[in-house]
């Protein structure tokens, strides 16, 4: 299985950076992760929140096979625990998934097309975070459900 984590934008924080670098270099023990940050969408001041999500839209089709599994990150999706996850991830090996991509929306969510062909929706907390800390604490989640599978002692650390 291949994951994918597509966010919107770029981060220019270096500590985000460094961390978000920290926890791909230590996925690549365990699977197959790629991150790709795509363009923001240019001239936003002159659009709507709606045709900038349509906007953002079109980048991410782009990006998304007939085949993929596609869960979003977002607000209204199912809570998961760190030991929840890992068996959640399982589950998508075990069912012979062969890419599952986890996509970060813009500023203003995801546009109706992207809901309409997402297999799900995850939400990492009730708490609202930036879209840049949100990349970090997802590879570090990601990372973790590895481990827990792995019954590495990271989880307990």
Known sequence: MKITLIAIGKTEDKYLIEGIDKYINRL??????????????????????AQQKAKEAELLHKQINNGDVVILLDEKGKKYSSVAFSN??????????????????????FDETIYKRANGLISLSDMTFSHQMIRLFFVEQLYRGFSILKGEPYHHA
């Open 28 to 49: 690549k023990h365990y699977i197959n992760f790629s991150f790709l940050a795509l363009p923001d969408v240019k001239n936003v001041k002159n659009l709507s929140e």
């Open 88 to 109: 959640y991830l399982n589950k998508q090996m075990v069912g012979s998934v062969q890419h599952l991509i986890f996509i970060i929306g813009g500023p203003y969510g």
